[in-house]
C-alpha cells in the first residue's frame, strides 16, 4: 500500500511489481494506494481484506501507514502475523511503539544522510570523492512477520 506517487514509492512499487512477477506469487502485484493518513490506510486495509481475503501479507510504504493496518486488523479480530503478516519501510519510531511490534526495512537513512554530506563536503573542499556508493537496507524482523 502506497500513499502518494512519490519518486521513492514508485521505486517500492516497481520493485514489488517485479518480484511478484519474477517468483511467479500471483497472477498480478495487489497495489493499493490510500491517503496518506492513518484514517487512510485504516480504510484501505479493511477494503484489502474485504475484497481479498485469501491475502496473508501486507507491504505498507511507511510505517505510519503499517501502524494504521495493524490497528485496522486487530479491530477485524485478525492475528498478526498468524493470519496477515505486516511490513512497514523506514525502521521509524512507530515501528517500535506499535503493538505489535512492526517488522520495518530499515533503508538506513541516518547512514545515507552522513555518507551524503562527507561526500559533498569533500567536493566542496575539492578532495576526491567516491563515484558510487551503496548502502544496503535490512529487515528488522519484529513481531508482525
Do not use: W
Amino acid at each position: 500500500m502506497i500513499d502518494y506517487p512519490t519518486p521513492s514509492n514508485l521505486l517500492k512499487q516497481q520493485g514489488f511489481e517485479e518480484a511478484v512477477h519474477d517468483l511467479d506469487l500471483m497472477k498480478e502485484a495487489l497495489i493499493y494506494r490510500c491517503e496518506s493518513s492513518l484514517r487512510g490506510a485504516y480504510e484501505v486495509t479493511i477494503q484489502i481484506i474485504k475484497e481479498h481475503p485469501e491475502v496473508d501479507g501486507i507491504i505498507y510504504a511507511v510505517d505510519l501507514l503499517a501502524v494504521s493496518g495493524v490497528r485496522a486488523l486487530t479491530d477485524l479480530k485478525i492475528a498478526i502475523p498468524q493470519q496477515v503478516s505486516v511490513i512497514g519501510i523506514d525502521n521509524s519510531l512507530y515501528a517500535e511503539i506499535s503493538n505489535p511490534k512492526l517488522t520495518s526495512l530499515d533503508n538506513k537513512l541516518l547512514d545515507l544522510s552522513v555518507a551524503s554530506a562527507q561526500t559533498l563536503i569533500n567536493a566542496l573542499k575539492k578532495r576526491p570523492t567516491t563515484k558510487k556508493m551503496l548502502i544496503y537496507s535490512s529487515v528488522v524482523e519484529r513481531e508482525t512477520t
